[in-house]
């Protein structure tokens, strides 16, 4: 059985315990507090060099690291994945924006806001962080004007991955109400068979 090591905080692991509910796939769970450095040990770094969670461990030994190439892993072969060329393209598209032009900019404040003291140089990051923020909304906003969901107006792991962090937000410093679109999208993925929140974790 697979086993997932991740952080109940994560919102790129929740992306990976999101799709496994949603698929109702089983796997075995092992938090690491990365606050406390648990990601950094020999034993861990074994597994994957970068140190960070979510890395998913396979049946054979393999390790997965990265969320989104977890996503796509896990969501192979289920209407949660696009079957058209265009649509998976979509897909990725909407997920490498994900990484690069909006979890930086959304989930990087919650981090800094959540984890780091008062104190921390990193508290000077947050307005240019926030602003990039409103970016990233504005563009998501724009999109969902006139759909559903990011991809062929279907629920996909393009909307999993933009959910993750967009609906915490507000715990970083970005607030939502000036994107209605983006609030009526999150409301229609929290309604999704199986959905589970951030917090869950998933039985021993």
Known sequence: MPRLYDYLDSGN?????LILAQTQQPYRFTELDIDKGETRTPQFLAKNPNGRIPTLELDDGTFLAESDAILWYLAENTPFIPADRLGRAQCLQWMFFEQYSHEPYVATPRYIVRHLPKDSPRQAEL???LKRGRDALGVMESHLKSRSFFVGERYSIADIALYAYTHVAPQGGLDLAPYPSVL????????????????????E
Do not use: C, E, M, N
């Open 184 to 203: 009526a999208w999150l409301g229609r993925v929290a309604a999704q068979p199986r959905h589970v929140p951030i917090t869950w974790r998933p039985p």
């Open 13 to 17: 692991g929740y992306k990976v315990r």
């Open 127 to 129: 307005p240019d962080r």
